[in-house]
């Protein structure tokens, strides 16, 4: 499968307006986003567009000059609003509505408040509207499927906001990296931004190296607005993502095969035995094991225990049988068994690869299913609800098939 991408090498950080302005100089047309913004019902800005030379690199500088007397406060209702009353189309208006969701996220957490009452400062302001919606717009517009970017170097020291000095990164954006790769540095600047953090958290699927399955055709750079040590830009590679399904054990045919059935009824056993026997069960080939509560002889509660196998290890697991449990003795039946064949792919989540088990049946997709291990695993290491990991694994996947 192969997808049209961005890879984001983000050494300098990355913002709204940065990452806009790589996006038009990858060829996101600048009179096609100011038509795209008219659509807007927000009026008193100016987009300003124009060339610079960031530390020896020609870059793309998008600005947003707002008058500042229309500068007001906004809920994240009022910024929905705005975007649901544009004619954009609907995957942009999407896009832009779910970055918002995040960043209102972000900052009720930090200001311990519920998302709904969080009012956008800096954020609402028109030059957030404007980059978000146009960088949904332009990503849509170059036909970006996939996003990735690199470590996010997010600078270091303080930043003057409307709640005075904050840390950087400020604590919004740094609610947003949770699970993101990113690193402080030495420059004592404000690197990457709230809302360049929002885009990345909700849109990216993966970060640290350039993929190994990317492969770049050309190169954007969207600047900064300080001058810097280092080129304050963003450099976007514009490329393809190669993504094939990696098979990790062999597709299982979905034809029928023979099996037994191994069963035996047991009414005189500790409880304490049947995970141990169940355990040496399966590493002696048993293909799936279980045990059925049932009423025996003298109405005694009691347990069924039922073995798949096949037939090759049929002695091992007799032997298992009645050397490890009370069972004196068992039976076995032929069963046909059919199973729908496999394989795996992994998708990079903003917190980690996950492995995908994707199972088809006579040629179609049945079912796809995230490896619960590997979103536990993940969701313990970002401190994110396994359920949720759960979720966005599943949705990422679906994308895939
Ligand atoms: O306005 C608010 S509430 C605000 C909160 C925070 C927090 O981290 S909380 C940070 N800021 C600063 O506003 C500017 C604008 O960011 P953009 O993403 O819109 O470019 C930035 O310096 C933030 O650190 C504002
Ligand atoms: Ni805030």
């Not at 929905?80 to 999407?94: G, H, P, Q, R």
């Not at 906001?161 to 990296?177: K, N, Y």
């Not at 009691?302 to 002695?315: G, H, Q, Y």
Request: with cysteine.
């Amino acid at each position: 499968m192969k997808y049209n991408a961005i890879y984001l090498d983000c050494f300098a950080g990355i913002s709204g307006n940065m990452l806009l302005g790589a996006l038009l100089d990858a060829g996101a047309p600048a009179e096609f986003l100011r038509a795209e913004l008219a659509k807007l019902p927000v009026t008193d800005y100016e987009v300003n567009i124009k060339r610079v030379e960031k530390g020896g690199i020609s870059a793309c500088y998008l600005d947003v000059a707002v008058d500042e007397a229309a500068h007001s406060h906004r809920t994240l209702a009022d910024i929905i609003s705005i975007i649901d009353n544009s004619e954009l189309k609907a995957a942009v208006k999407t896009t832009a509505k779910e970055i918002f969701t995040r960043l209102a996220a972000a900052e009720a957490k930090v200001h311990g408040v519920e998302p709904e009452t969080v009012h956008f400062h800096e954020v609402g302001a028109v030059d957030s509207i404007v980059d978000i919606v146009g960088i949904a717009w332009a990503l849509d517009y170059l036909g970006i499927e996939h996003i990735y970017a690199s470590r996010l170097h997010v600078g270091n020291g303080f930043v003057e906001c409307c709640h005075g000095l904050m840390p950087v990164p400020a604590p919004a954006t740094a609610e947003l990296l949770h699970g993101i790769p990113h690193y402080q540095g030495d420059i004592k600047k404000e690197l990457v931004t709230p809302t360049g953090a929002a885009v990345l958290a909700t849109l990216a699927k993966g970060f640290g190296l350039m993929p190994d399955q990317f492969v770049s055709s050309q190169i954007a750079y969207g600047a900064g607005t300080w001058d810097l040590d280092i080129p304050n830009v963003v450099r976007l590679y514009l490329g393809i993502m190669h993504v094939p399904p990696v098979t990790e054990q062999p597709g299982e045919s979905d034809e029928a095969t023979q099996c037994l059935v191994v069963e035996t009824n047991i009414d005189d056993q500790s409880p304490e035995l049947y995970g141990y026997v169940m355990d040496k069960l399966f590493a002696a080939g048993a293909l799936d094991v279980w045990v059925t509560p049932i009423q025996m002889k003298k109405n005694r509660p009691a347990a069924k225990l039922s073995v798949l196998i096949t037939e090759d290890c049929r002695e091992k697991i007799a032997a298992i049988i009645l050397n490890e449990t009370t069972a004196i003795g068992m039976r076995f039946y032929p069963v046909t068994r059919t199973t729908a064949s496999r394989e795996f792919i992994i998708i990079g989540l903003p917190w980690g690869d996950v492995k995908v088990k994707i199972s088809s049946y006579q040629g179609k997709i049945c079912n796809v299913a995230p490896e619960y291990e590997d979103c536990r695993r993940i969701a313990e290491e970002a401190g994110v609800p396994l359920k949720v990991v759960q979720h966005v694994a599943l949705k990422e996947a679906m994308s895939f098939c």
